[in-house]
């Protein structure tokens, strides 16, 4: 027999897999962490349908702002630029490839959490939402509903849960009240807090978090928690830079 608070992450979808661009920059910056910043601010920055002359301006004004324009990092900028242009060259007919990225990168450095960085039973999965295992054998959700996490990470100890977004600000209104919010976000970060309150309950420490490529997030805070969605948290490009570092 299970115990009432033996949970299980499922993928909603087994083969999906993450295209070969997304891989690449990841793997990239896991060697060179030093480029991060100029790649967040690049992505939350650059459509996916800029020109590319665009892109080449705002790749070139950024490697100046980062301090990455002297000669030495000429052949990390170089091979940047190419797997960013990879990267934007993928279809965004169905998901944001930047999105994409972000979920991959999350899913390979992370979780945030110290203390599921330490633990030695961690399961990390993508695109997924929790189960719960009864005590005669039977799996269900832990929450009903056909929403899912774009990357959730657990222990016996904890649980961590995220969805991502280039532009945080794009999803959630900085000063808006919730009537003005959209429906579809609204369901979603209901959602997440539902599932944050079911693994409490389980003893396990849980957190779940917004996750993007912005800065000075305090405002965003602050409105989510005027709003009634006191469980949920965000997470930064500066926060994200420490799973690089």
């Known amino acids: 027999m299970r115990s009432m608070d033996s949970l299980e992450l499922v993928r909603r979808k087994r083969a999906h897999r993450y295209p070969a661009p997304v891989l690449a920059l990841t793997k990239f910056l896991k060697q060179n962490s030093r480029m991060w910043p100029l790649v967040a601010d690049y992505l939350r920055g650059v459509c996916v349908d800029s020109e590319p002359e665009t892109r080449l301006r705002t790749f070139d004004a950024l490697s100046c702002q980062h301090f990455l324009a002297k000669p030495e990092y000429r052949g990390q900028r170089d091979r940047l ?7 934007y060259a993928l279809s965004s007919e169905k998901t944001d490839p930047r999105t994409l990225f972000l979920e991959y990168l999350l899913y390979e450095m992370g979780p945030y959490g110290e203390k599921l960085r330490r ?7 993508y ?3 929790v189960y719960r295992w009864s005590e005669d054998g039977v799996r269900t959700k832990a929450v009903d509903s056909d929403a899912t996490f774009d990357v959730l990470f657990l222990c016996a ?11 945080i600000w794009n999803y959630i209104p900085m000063y808006q009240d919730i009537g003005q919010w959209d429906e579809d976000t609204i369901q979603k970060l209901r959602f997440m807090e539902a599932t944050h309150t079911v693994v409490m309950k389980t003893g396990r420490t849980s957190a779940v978090y917004v996750t ?7 405002p965003i805070q602050q409105n989510l928690r005027r709003n009634g969605f006191t469980g949920i948290q965000l997470l930064g490009a500066d926060e994200l830079e420490e799973l690089l570092a």
């Open 81 to 87: 630029r190419r797997l960013l242009d990879d990267l």
């Open 157 to 167: 100890e904890a649980f961590e849960g995220h969805e991502c977004k280039v532009k």
């Open 212 to 218: 993007g490529l912005d800065r000075a997030l305090l």
């Open 119 to 125: 633990a030695a039973d961690l399961q990390r999965e």
């Open 127 to 129: 695109q997924c939402s």
